[in-house]
C-alpha cells in the first residue's frame, strides 16, 4: 500500500491521484495522507504528481503505539551497508488528529530508540530532526536522507498505526526554477503556477505517447512546458497575442537547455481561440483561460459589471468553437475564474454555459491562494 502526503490543494491533490492511478477507492482519505492500492512504484508516481509532496510505501502497522516495537521495526529497514547512517520521523493524521497530536510528541523518543538499535551494529548515526510537525521535502533533500538513512513516518488512523517509508519528496528546486526561473515572465497577462498546470494535465486522463494536447490559450507556455517534462509527443499551443507566442518560444528554449536534451516539437500558432484551426482534432485541451484585466480590489462596480460580461461573451464563443477541434470523447481542462466581489463570489463560466456548448462537466475544483480577488475554478469535461 502506498502514502501520499497532499499538498495545500487537498481536493486537487486527491483528483489528481485518481487520474493518475486510476484508483477511486481509498484505504484512508482522511487528514493529511491518502492510502491506497497501487502497483505504481513511489519514484514514478512523485515524479507524475504536482499537488503531492511525499510518496512512500506501508512496510508494517501498529494495533497500539509500542515503541520499541516499533523501534525495532524501522532500524531493520535502514540498509545494513551504509556505513553512516541518517534518517528522520514524522508523524501524520490519517482520521485521528488528536493521537497523531501526541505521537508527535513521542517522535524524538522513537528516534532516540531507533538510534540505539543502530549503535548497536557499530555505526554512527544521526537523527534528522525540524521545528515544523513534519520534515519538508526541502531538509529531507538537503541531509539527503533517503540515500543516507530513510525518512519513516507514523501514519494515525482511528483504528492503527501504519509504519511506512517515503521513497520520493518533490523535487523543490526544479518546481521553483520553473516558476521563477524562466526568462519570459508576464504579470499582467497572468501566470498560471507549474504545479497547477501539471495538474490540470493531469486531470485530462490521456496518454501521453498517444495523445496530442491543445493550449488555445497558451500565455507565456506554461501548460505546454508540463506537457512536454511528461513525455507528451504531440503538443500544439495558440494565443491570440504575438508577445504570448514569442514569450512561449522563449521559455521553450529556456526549458530545452536546461533539460540538456531535446523534447518534442510544439506547434505554436499565433490565432484568437473562436477562429482557431488544426489539421487534426485533438484528444484534449488543457488551458487557462483569459482571466480578465488584472484586479486590485477597488474598481467600480460598473467596470467589474461589464468585465464579467466581456468574459461570459469570450467564454461563449470560445469554447463553442474549441468544441469542434476535439476528438468524439476526448477532454477539456480549464481554469476559469471566479471574482471576488462586495456582493460575494461571481462566478464567469457556468455548467450550464459549457453544457449548452457541446461539453459534459465530470467535475468542478476550486485553486485559491489567499489574498486573491480572482480564483480558479478548474472545470474537468468531456466532449458530449
Known sequence: MKFFVLGNNRELSVAEIEAVTGVHEFASLSGDVLLLETEQTGPQLQDRLAGTIKVGSVVGELEKWDKQA?????????????????????????????????????????????????????????????????????????????ERGGEFVLIVTPEKIFVGQTEAVQDFEAWSDRDFGRPARDAQSGMLPPKLARMMVNLSETDPIHSTLLDPFCGSGTVLMEASLMGYEKVIGSDISEKAIADTKANLDWLNARRGAGIPPITLIVSPAQTLSIAEPVDAIVTETYLGPALHGREHPEFLKQNLANLATLYRDAFGALVRLVKPGGSAVVAFPVMQMKGGEQEVATRAMMESLGWSVVRRLRYERAGQFVEREIFVMRKS
Open 70 to 146: 516499533c523501534g525495532e521495526l524501522i532500524a531493520a529497514m535502514i540498509d545494513a551497508n551504509l556505513p553512516r547512517v541518517e534518517f528522520g520521523v514524522s508523524v501524520y493524521d490519517a482520521g485521528d488528529a488528536h493521537r497523531a497530536k501526541e505521537l508527535r510528541k513521542e517522535s524524538e523518543r522513537l528516534g532516540l530508540e531507533i538510534k540505539k538499535h543502530v549503535k548497536a551494529s557499530g555505526r554512527p548515526v544521526r537523527l534528522v530532526t525540524s521545528k515544523d510537525k513534519t520534515l519538508s521535502a526541502v531538509v529531507i533533500t538537503t541531509n539527503k536522507l533517503l
